[in-house]
């Protein structure tokens, strides 16, 4: 047996969504409250975080400040060790009294000097001094200009000076050449003198017991304070004394 229904459709239509309604007003007001207690969470958050950017705030602006102060401090202690290495540099070649300090000191009685010439020579090879090939012009160019005033002058001084030596040329009269070539041992030893050589010597006719040779010898004098392969600490107390 079948049953009827004489209900219309759109009668059932309706019943079905007044009684589901219900349930959409649940929803609705759970999805309603869940998004209030994310904005009220979302407020309070940002408080905290703004509270904390307001504690923190104070020490970074000293930080920033401090940073400021240490980059100008390192900008004038770069400076000032440019001038410092330029001023050094301009006393790099030895004094000449002190070359004559060298060389009177070791001299012995039987050698007596005729001549002393000191002069710079262009050196193919300098101790310490190593071959760079030639900078860009241009990109040369920037980089000095980006230097400070004291280290472009360094620079443009080492270029010049850098790849010249000081040279000691001796002339005189030995009385043999056993001192002679003592003497010449000493001088070869010593740390003003990087070379030290006899280049040609000859007997001289006369009275031998004044002299009996003729010479001449050559010293490459050893590179100065601030030059490749110079020295990097103080002077030692022998020649600081000479």
């Not at 262009?122 to 230097?147: Q, W």
């Not at 050559?218 to 020649?239: A, M």
């Amino acid at each position: 047996m079948h049953d009827l229904d004489f209900l219309p459709s759109e009668f059932r239509r309706k019943q079905q969504r007044r009684q589901s309604q219900p349930w959409l007003i649940v929803a609705s007001t759970a999805v309603v409250g869940l998004v209030a207690a994310a904005a009220i969470a979302q407020h309070y958050r940002w408080r905290n975080v703004q509270a904390e950017l307001a504690a923190v705030e104070p020490a970074y602006e000293t930080a920033v400040h401090l940073q400021s102060q240490l980059a100008g401090i390192e900008k004038r202690v770069g400076e000032a060790r440019a001038a410092a290495e330029l001023y050094t540099y301009l006393r790099h070649p030895w004094p000449r009294t002190q070359l004559l300090s060298a060389l009177l000191q070791p001299l012995p009685k039987e050698i007596a000097f005729q001549q002393v010439h000191v002069f710079r020579q262009p050196a193919s090879t300098r101790p310490g001094a190593a071959t760079a090939a030639a900078p860009d012009k241009k990109a040369e160019e920037e980089r000095l200009k980006a230097m400070p005033p004291a280290a472009r002058d360094l620079a443009s001084f080492r270029a010049r000076l850098d790849p010249m030596h000081t040279v000691v040329v001796l002339s005189g009269t030995a009385a043999a050449d056993a001192p002679l070539h003592r003497y010449l041992g000493v001088l070869d030893a010593t740390d003003i003198f990087d070379k030290a050589e006899l280049d040609c010597f000859n007997s001289v006719d006369g009275d031998k017991t004044i002299a009996s040779l003729q010479f001449r010898a050559l010293l490459v004098v050893e590179p100065g304070y601030g030059q490749p392969g110079g020295p990097t600490g103080p002077p030692k107390k022998s020649l600081a004394q000479k």
